[in-house]
């Protein structure tokens, strides 16, 4: 058994050290393409994991209206599907998972502790607690879910092959957007009447799905441990981490995304009330249209991948999503807000479904969950920072629309970024 202490290693062998090292495509990986009913099953746990991110998306800037003492910009900040504290943990529970040997598995076990921590997190909140506490728990809640989410989505490497992964990942995105739906439809209908019973189904969403991925998916046996022990090593890590500069180059282009829609998301809500004029409950319905859009993109996005390749899919759908979020900004009232939340989601749809299968693409199998827990805490750290950024915009200029000015340009700069990434050729599976 290898020695795990908090601390991650550089590979042992990188192109600057002169020895061979395959290429993530090269290693030995799945082979068996998943039936439709598995990957089905692998996206209950999408579903699961999505309604609650949703849900904190939107409709944690309306429960902090309850909280008057909490600064705008610190608004931005709470409403989050990510949590600062993940940005640095996340990468060392995906290596944990790694080097995990258990009768259930490598990643299951992460999907137990992570899903039973986020649902007492949300019946907590549900109460409206003391602030202090309130701020404590709602802080982290979010990285208690990461911590199911990143071996979850490097199980993915484990059981789907490369030239399978567009089409299943649009399963996922479909998934994911059927939970959105829910979170949504519940705040809709339901928080102007109780927003405790919106919490309680929520969190019954995500464990009742996760229990059905954690069931119905069976691991395949593990590959050797890697033999590196974790370890608190920054500069060795971020050498290591440069040897894959593909990976690198696609986090960083994916980060800025993550900054400028981090922006956006949790004062959308906000939008609607300050701006165009909704009640609190009716808000919630700018987010669906956004939701059914995404379905919709989702679908030729994966197929299209799986054909022509992930990155000029995934290029063509930042530049659309840049484009029509800068015409977003720019709407007057409800009817004109729904149409153009709809087309963000056409695009955003291609984000949804190609962005965890092209870094996956990108990642060593032996190091799926490291590397994948590195890429979501890179992103936890870029998406509040960018609702903070887009809080003091929104102060500065006084309206919610600056969110939406600064998510088009930030967009813009990730499909630039993308533009240079050099993803490896991956051959169809039928």
């Known amino acids: 058994m290898c020695e795990t202490t908090l601390a991650l290693r550089e590979p042992l062998c990188t192109p600057a050290r ?28 999408s579903l699961g994991a999505n309604a609650v991110y949703s849900f904190l998306n939107l409709a944690a800037g309306l429960y902090l209206e309850r909280y008057p003492a909490v600064p705008t910009w610190a608004v931005g900040l709470l409403s989050q599907e990510r949590s600062l504290a993940g940005a640095f943990a996340q990468p060392i529970v995906g290596a944990v998972s790694d080097r995990t040997r258990t009768r259930i598995g490598r990643r299951k076990p992460f999907f137990i502790a992570g899903v039973a921590l986020t649902a007492a997190s949300l019946l907590y909140l549900s109460g409206f607690p003391p602030i202090v506490p309130m701020l404590v728990v709602l802080s ?10 990143d071996p979850y989505t490097a199980l993915m490497a484990d059981i789907v ?26 705040g809709l209908f339901l928080w102007d009447r109780s927003p405790e019973l919106v919490f309680f189904f929520v969190a019954a969403i995500l464990v009742v799905a996760f229990t059905v991925t954690t069931i119905g998916v069976h691991e395949p ?11 608190l090593d920054v500069g ?20 800025v995304f993550w900054l400028g829609t981090g922006g956006v998301l949790p004062y959308l809500t906000r939008f609607g009330v300050h701006e165009l004029g909704t009640s609190e409950g009716d808000s919630f319905q700018l987010f669906l249209p956004a939701l059914i859009g995404t379905i919709v993109g989702a679908i030729p996005a994966g197929y299209a991948a799986d054909r022509i390749g992930k990155k000029p899919v995934v290029a063509a759908g930042l530049l659309t999503f840049s484009l029509l979020a800068l015409v977003g900004s720019q709407v007057q009232n409800v009817p004109q807000a729904l149409v153009a939340m709809g087309f963000i989601g056409l695009a955003n749809g291609v984000w949804t479904a190609l962005n965890i299968p092209l870094l996956v693409d990108l990642v060593p199998p032996e190091r799926a969950a490291e590397m994948t827990g590195l890429g979501s805490g890179v992103w936890s750290l870029a998406q509040p920072i960018g609702a903070v950024i887009a809080g003091v915009l929104i102060g500065g200029f006084d309206s919610y629309r600056a969110s939406f000015v600064g998510a ?22 039928a």
Request: hydrophobic content about 45%; charged content about 15%; some cysteine.
């Open 161 to 186: 092959p490369p030239g399978q992964r567009g089409r299943v990942g649009t399963v996922l995105a479909i998934f994911n957007m059927l939970g959105q739906i829910a979170a949504t439809l519940l």
């Open 408 to 429: 088009a340009v930030l967009v813009f700069i990730s499909f630039l970024l993308l533009l240079t990434v050099h993803p490896p050729k991956i051959s169809q599976t």
């Open 236 to 255: 060795g890590y971020v050498r290591g981490l440069f040897a894959y500069r593909e990976l690198t180059k696609y986090v960083l282009a994916a980060a």
């Open 140 to 149: 982290v809640n979010a990285f208690f879910l990461n911590v199911a989410v």
């Open 18 to 45: 002169g020895c061979a090292r395959k290429s993530p495509m090269e290693a030995t990986g799945p082979t068996r393409p998943l039936s439709f009913r598995e990957s089905a099953i692998y996206g209950f746990g």
């Open 221 to 231: 046996p593990a590959p050797p441990a890697p033999t590196e022990p974790v370890k």
